[in-house]
């Protein structure tokens, strides 16, 4: 037999489900939840839309938040399914190859029933901006318009704006959230940052360091590690080239292998060191030591990228392995900056 305090917590339960499934289905009267389910298993050719203007009303204004969850975790769902078939986060070098069309319209819904909730604009500036800019910069503006006093909000849309080379649009965002109440100081050097070189590793280092250690998502926060590792990796590269034309001009021909440029690459090695100590933009010292660009070397000395694998010499270049988790990234880094 149950007590009265778990029936009244089974009754509790019922009630709780039942109003979900209620504001769920009042929601969905002009677009079912068969017909949402049916198109997130449908071919990516179809047309996915929704149109939330017209179901908000239909949902009491205390459930609102329930539904717009539901939308929420459609949309996680969306990507992470895209990204399992992809072979993970790490191996996906450039996210629009993910078909995520549907994604804007269910970030949009669950905007649309929780304006004030930050979670959609947040995930929208980075994983939208990489499918459909200009509707993640849509979704970011809907945000300020509902939460004017948010500075991070003018963070996200300065960092699409800048990823799309909009270097002087960038900076007015940081500094319109460098204005307003409890934005930290980093926001205004942003914005000077942005208008000074725009384009450069350094703002890229900035930007995606800020994005690491202000994010609450996970998934951003590992995309945001992962380019500025890429980043290292791709400044390592460089250092790692200019000795391998140094010992070539020693040698009068190509080197072989990493030993025999020992003493050029600790050259390079101190080199990186003295540019890397001028400053990184980052308040964590963990962070510092993950992204800070630096020459190691493995016990047989050859230099290793930043996940421990093996720079690797081939005709005269220095090339990632092709196994590292970050080889995606740094290719696409490389031939799109920034």
Known sequence: MLANTDRQA??????????????????????????????????????????????????????????????????????????????????????????????????????????????????????????????????????????????????????????????????????EGAALAGAPRWMRMMAAEMARAGGSSATARAVYARLHEESQDDQVRRLALLKLMALRATDEMDALRAAVRASTARLGRSPNAWHEISVELTRAAIDLERRADAGFPAESEWLRNVARPAIRLDREGAPVDPTGLPYML?????????????FSAVMHWSHNTP
């Open 314 to 326: 081939k005709d005269s270049d220095v090339v990632i392995d092709p196994r590292s988790e970050l």
């Open 10 to 175: 089974v009754k509790s339960l019922f009630l709780v489900i039942t109003i979900v499934g209620l504001a769920i289905s009042a929601a969905l009267q002009y677009a079912s939840r068969d017909e949402i389910l049916r198109a997130q298993h449908s071919s990516d050719e179809e047309t996915f839309s929704i149109e939330p203007h017209k179901l908000v009303p239909l949902v009491p204004r205390p459930l609102r938040g329930v539904v717009a969850d539901w939308y929420w975790m459609s949309a996680l769902q969306h990507v992470g399914s895209k990204v399992l078939e992809h072979g993970g986060l790490a191996r996906v070098e450039d996210l629009s190859a993910l078909n995520l069309h549907r994604l804007a319209p269910l970030l949009e819904a669950a905007a649309e029933f929780d304006p004030r909730w930050t979670a959609p604009y947040e995930y929208g500036a980075v994983v939208l901006a990489a499918v459909d800019a200009e509707a993640a910069i849509n979704l970011v503006q809907k945000g300020i318009r509902h939460r004017p006093e948010d500075w991070r909000l003018r963070h996200h849309l300065g960092f699409i704006l800048w990823q799309q080379g909009r270097f002087g649009e960038a900076s007015a965002a940081y500094e």
